[in-house]
Structures are given as C-alpha cells and as structure tokens.
C-alpha cells in the first residue's frame, strides 16, 4: 500500500475543510503508526491480495510469498479480508452482467488534484461500467462506525476516479460505499454527476483556504475527534470548545434543564479524552524533549515484580527442587474472544453456539441515532418476544 500521503489528503478531508488551519498545526507532529493503524494496513493488504488471487491477477506461489511477508494473521482477519474479496466480487459481477468490459481496479491511485491542490489517495476498489462507477473504502477499525453519506474521503475518491474514466464510460450515477464488518456497518451513498461535481467545486473553494499558509484560522467541532487531530492536545480552538462546560460549574443537576444535561452528557466523555489527550502530550515532551511542566517532574512510576527469564528455565529450576511440573502452572479455558480467534466464527458458532449466552446489558445512555431500541420500546420488547420463542 502507498506510503506517500497528499498534504491535503482525503482521509484528512473532514479537518481541513472544517478546519483551513488543522493542516499547519498537524505539520507540527510526528506520524506515529499505532496498533490499530498497523492492523488495518495489514487487513487492507489481504484483502488486496485475496481480491487479486480471485482474479487470477496474481499467481498461487507469489500469493503464498506475500501472505507470508504478511506475518502471523489472525483467523478473524481472514474471515473478514473473504467476507470483503467475495463482497466486492459480487458488485464487480453485477457490473459485468451489462457491462463486458467493465474494470475492478484494487488500491488504485486516484487524483483530485483538479479540486483540491496537490489532491490524491488510494481506492481500496474501483468499479465502473457503463451508467456507473462504484468506490468501495474498507475500514477495519472498531472504534467509530463510519457513515457512506455525506463522506468527504470517498467523494473525493470519486471525483479522482471521474478524471481516469469519464470519457470512457458514460457515467451517470456515483456510488461510495462503506465496508466495516466488524462493526457490521455497509453503507452507501448515490450521487448524480451533477450533484458530485457541485460537490467538488465547493470542497475546491475550502481545499485552496488550507493549502494557503497564510490562513490559520482555527474552527473546533465533531471533525477534530472524528477526524483524529493530531494537534488536539495543543489547539487554543479546540481547548476553549471542550471547557464550555465551565458554565455548568457548581451548578446541582437538579437544577439544569433537559437540554442542559444532554448537552454535559454529549460533552463530558470528550472533555475526559482531550484531557487525557494533553496528558499525554505534556508526558512526551516531558520525556523526549526535556519540556519542564510548571508544578510536575518526572518520576519512576510504580511497577510490578516480573520474571526476567523464561517458562522453562523457571520450571527446569523449580523441578531440580522437586516441585511437579503442573504446580507451577494455572490452566483456564480460553475466553470468547480468543475462543472465535482460535478457530473463526464460523466454528466457533458451529460447535459452541448452545454453550454462549448474552445476559442483558445495564442500562445506559447513547444518543439518539444509537441503533440499539430504547428500553421499553416495541422493539425492544419485539427482540425479547423473538428471544423467548428461540429459548
């Protein structure tokens, strides 16, 4: 996968359109791959690779070497990387049905740099055909489910794959697509020419204010959590919108009003995150810049006893001693989690499907859109109905 981001990336699309100054703050900070980054490079890789070897793209002995440059993945990965090959086969195949030559392009380049200065990114898969074009974006992560409408980066996407195939498919509709199994999420939007391309000349019009150095206006909102802001620890913008609550301050919660209160539930669990956030940051250029926090220093935390050599050399000093081998151990049977990443879904489902049960959650509050039915509602007594019948 591509290693070189645009400055005005389309990933990065939902910050710099709402916010023209994101993209110098941002400039200040170090990429650092993270756990679940790496995760997800490598879900898109196989991904790629199983899409690939279906199309005969790609020979068995040279799919087998990259799997293995791939490393140890994990059985669940496999499942969802042929959940995603055999979903975008199905689009694909759909296509050709009217279409003979229609294309399936995989991590194709694409250039928007017609809208937005410098403008490119990477198609997980690119469909088109006559009267269509179709982007697929896989996204692997748990955290955030992510919506088709009204989505800046597969817009983008689809004004870059316009430039390379409207002369030579007449193409009416657009279609964005998102694919997260793991959170169960496939969504997608249909856009008209028309629609897309007023799109783009007003993203264009936002893309040359954060391309312009000059511009460092600074605008707080869903997008700098949404979009993962690197500069959030530090942005005077962003600080302010998160100590609004300061106006709440002492006040007894008997005394707020409804609007009031959903306001300090929406906004508590990020004022958490952000000073977590800056934390973090402060512990950093504490620790690799020699930063001096007024009022802190630091200090050797507390840590844990460990053993510094192996299992077995443990076990072969203790059994000299006399102590039996399967004293020095603690067996259990393995969660559920690791018990469906052991043998895959489909197993796991297969064989142990009447020994998992699902007690009822403790009541919670989410925001309205939450799919989940309200407590009390027909459809959670619906759900209930259906769980007494299958028991």
Known sequence: MPEIHARLSASGAKKWINCPGSVQMEEQFEDKVSEFAAEG???????????????????????????????????????????????????????????????????????????VPGGFGTGDAVIVGDGALEII???????????????????????????????????????????QPRMDNISSENLSLEDLNDWGRAIAERAEKAADDSITERI???????????????????????????????????????????????????????????????LDRAVNHHMLIPGYKLVEGKSN??????????????TEQGYK????????????????????????????KDCVIKPPGKPTLVPIDDKRPAIGSSDSAADDFKDAIQK
């Open 137 to 179: 974006d896989l996204k692997y992560g748990t955290g955030v489910k992510v919506p088709a409408e009204n989505n800046p980066q597969l817009r983008l996407y689809a004004l870059g794959a316009l430039e390379l195939f409207d002369f030579l498919y007449d193409i009416e509709v657009v279609r964005t697509t998102i694919y």
């Open 325 to 352: 081998a399967e004293e020095l151990y603690e067996h259990k049977l393995k969660g559920i989690g690791e018990m469906e990443k052991l043998m895959g879904k489909s197993k796991f489902s297969k064989l142990l």
């Open 220 to 282: 707080a909102g869903g997008h700098c959590d949404s979009g993962f802001c690197k500069a959030r620890a530090i942005c005077r913008a962003y600080a302010d919108k998160k100590t609004e609550l300061a106006k709440y301050e002492f006040t007894k919660p008997s005394k707020l009003s409804e609007e009031e209160i959903a306001e300090i539930i929406e906004q508590s669990e990020s004022l958490s995150k952000w000073a977590k956030l800056v934390a973090d940051y402060a």
């Open 41 to 115: 490079t490598k879900a898109h890789a196989l991904g790629e690779l199983k899409i690939k070897r279906q199309l005969n793209r790609i020979k068995p002995a040279e799919y087998s070497d990259k799997l293995t440059e791939l490393g140890e993945i994990p059985a669940d990965m496999t499942e969802y990387a042929e959940g995603y090959r055999d979903f975008v086969m199905e689009r694909y195949n759909e296509v050709l049905r009217t279409t003979p030559d229609a294309k399936l392009l995989i991590e194709q380049r694409l250039d928007f740099s017609r809208w």
């Open 305 to 318: 006893r460990k053993y510094c050599k192996s299992d077995k050399e443990i076990e072969c000093i203790l």
